[in-house]
């Protein structure tokens, strides 16, 4: 390769970090580990970018209680497979991670980024595990790729992550959105739902879903349609009049009549289309709820709007346990593991009380309890990934047997 396009290509990544670099607020607190090594070992640092809390109006809202699991399950793969060097034949190597919170947001996801991109003691980051959302993903990426980092997530879905031309540092260990879309027309078809009507977020992941779906729908129903143009949502930044409105087209009557409403949006996206059909039916109680699909955890939603989500079927790919984890989880204790930024938050969270006393409020916690492991999707395939990370070649193995 010429001299000056190396150059050009360096100058080109430090222009893209100065200019960056300008966006990076104060340091935010991240989970770190270093395990104990002989001076000889040598050291990769993984990185994560999780959306440990969710989005809320471009920053960071409410801790996601699930996501604590995916930084639980980096820890606990990453610390099991250091113990486990001879039988994975890797010995004289030790592994540490980073973890860093993106709040599902993508200026959130670049700061953090350059932040993990940051060497610290000598030792940059060797791969990143991340995003779960589609939009944010593919921003990590583009940056991860001006200094050829891998980045590996586990639950970004959509298509245009397959073209290695563009992404080719980028793999996945979760089905594309074409998996998930062939799975939502069988279940309309297997159920005999003649007329569906679709809502979709204004994202990557809203569009492309939809987009899926109704070219997997063409393919496998016969005599059933979908009404119209779908009902699109902006995302990020949607207010709850946006919401409202969408709700009162599911009023028309050239969709009252649907038998099944198709979504593919963004978590935030749904909940608060919830919300909005929760207000519609208090002030009319004539207004029916429709069955609703929707690709996505169920468990994911906030447990207050369980009631309301009772016509509502997910689908997600397969789970399957990691071994030992759900033990490891369980044993975490707010007494006893202070390591992890989050967990005294996620603690609150999930007893619904207050360890400092100061809300008023919530009752203090009770530290008698132990939390326990939700079936989330992340765990397994999080872990599953790291496994391949480290054996060989690393990330050109994984590349091998991702999805594409």
Known sequence: ???????????????????????????????????????????????????????????????????????????????????????LNFSGVQLSFEIYDSCATINIALQQTLRLLTPKNGNGVSAVIGEWVSSVTIQVANLLQLFHVPLISFASTTPSLSDKTQYGYFARTCPPQSYQARALADIVNHFNWSYVVTINSGDIYGQAGIKAFQNEFENVTLNRCVAGDSIEIPYPGAAASDYDAAVSKLAAPYVSNATVIVLSAQLATVEALLDAVQRRRERDHTFAMKQFLWVSRLTALDPKRYEIARNVIGVIPEVVNTAGFDEYFQRLHISNHTDNPWFAEYWEDYFKCSLNGTNPALPICNLTPSVKCNKVFAIEVDCAMLHVLVKGTMFLQLMDVSFS
Do not use: W
């Open 1 to 87: 390769m010429k001299r000056s396009v190396v150059r050009k290509r360096l100058y080109v990544s430090s222009l893209a970090v100065a200019l960056l670099m300008q966006m990076v607020a104060a340091v935010s607190n991240f989970y770190t580990f270093n395990s104990p090594r002989n001076k000889t070992d040598d050291l990769f640092v993984i990185g994560g970018i999780l959306p440990i809390h969710k989005t809320s109006n471009g920053s960071c809202g409410h801790i996601d209680g699930p996501s604590i699991q995916y930084v639980e399950a980096m820890s606990y793969v990453i610390q099991r497979i250091n113990s486990q060097q001879a039988s």
